[in-house]
């Protein structure tokens, strides 16, 4: 009977989320180069990989950068979504000793550069698997690209990346530290890291330029797919229409314990079908923990 009765205390609460009308969030939109997708595009491997090495830590929201020791982190902006603003904070760690690197092709992170005087070509990104040479200390790194774009500055930088005689990967001191800027977000996504070979240089490069750093990557610029807790109500309403056969049998079954045993299944059931339709079984490791 316990058990009757904190089943019926859940499903009272289900009927309550679902009246309230909550958005709740669910998946990635697409196949960002994300921590949190396993998908070609995302950045498990890498991030999986890296933790073995060093610790890897993740932020929402730029200023909590402050958090962490400006000599010992690296922060790493990876394709984002959505466009990233300019932080005053994020500045400042900076240049007390900070190490910024983005990849990205897009122009979502353009005023994000802009105020280290960084661009990216605003034309259309370049559609093509091109081997370049990147530099990381006294080494020369071959390294592939796949959807990248030209970035330049109007200061004093170093070139660090060249696709023939385009510029893929530049430098600029900030104070005591670095902002390097790499025109294509997709140069550790698991696609290119599960393959090996002559992708190995990828990420050899970007361990080399971080330093042997912990690393700190953004997630905070991710796009996620939503929907509303009143999904509840309206499967658990639909789901009983069509359990309403069923509990007519039921009625015929004389013995009490197989009876509760069906009405159970059922009650079940439509539990299962309502948590598997809202995602939360599927996309729950997947959700960001603040």
């Given amino acids: 009977m316990v058990k009757v009765y904190w089943l019926g205390v859940f499903i009272l609460l289900l009927l ?67 466009r990233v603003d300019t932080s005053p904070r994020l500045r400042q760690w900076i240049e007390d ?11 979502n992170t353009e005023e994000l550069l802009r105020g280290f005087d960084i ?4 034309t259309p990104a370049i559609q093509e698997i091109a ?13 592939v690209f796949n959807v990248y774009t030209v970035v330049y500055s109007t200061s004093n930088h170093t070139v660090l990346c060249r696709v023939n005689d385009k510029t893929t990967g530049l430098s600029r001191s900030i104070g005591r ?26 990420r050899l490069f970007i361990d080399m330029v971080s330093n042997g750093r912990d ?3 953004y997630e905070g610029g991710r796009t996620y797919t939503y929907s509303s807790t009143s ?14 056969d069923a509990s007519e049998s039921i009625l015929y079954i004389r013995n009490p314990l197989l009876k509760l045993l069906a009405v159970l299944t059922i009650i079940l059931a439509i539990l299962t079908v309502v948590l598997l339709k809202l995602g939360l079984s599927i996309s729950h490791s997947r959700l960001p923990r603040r």
């Fill in 177 to 202: 530290g670095m902002v390097i800027a790499i025109g294509d977000s997709s140069l550790v996504i698991n696609e290119v890291l599960s393959k090996g070979g002559a992708w190995y240089g990828n």
């Fill in 16 to 82: 309550i989320a679902g009246y309230s009308g909550v958005r709740i969030r669910g998946e990635l939109v697409g196949d960002p180069p994300s921590v949190y997708n396993n998908m070609p595009g995302g950045l498990t491997i890498f991030a999986s990989s890296e933790a073995v090495e060093r610790r890897v830590d993740i932020i929402y929201s730029l200023d909590d950068i402050y958090r962490y020791d400006p000599g010992k982190y690296t922060l790493l902006i990876v394709g984002p979504d959505t």
């Fill in 119 to 122: 661009y990216l070509e605003s």
């Fill in 131 to 143: 081997t370049g040479v990147c530099s990381a200390g006294n080494a020369n790194i071959r390294v």
């Fill in 215 to 217: 690393l700190v990557v």
């Fill in 231 to 244: 999904v509840i109500t309206q499967y658990i309403r639909g789901l009983i229409l069509l359990a309403s």
């Fill in 97 to 107: 000793g900070g190490l910024l690197i983005v990849m990205d092709e897009t122009m």
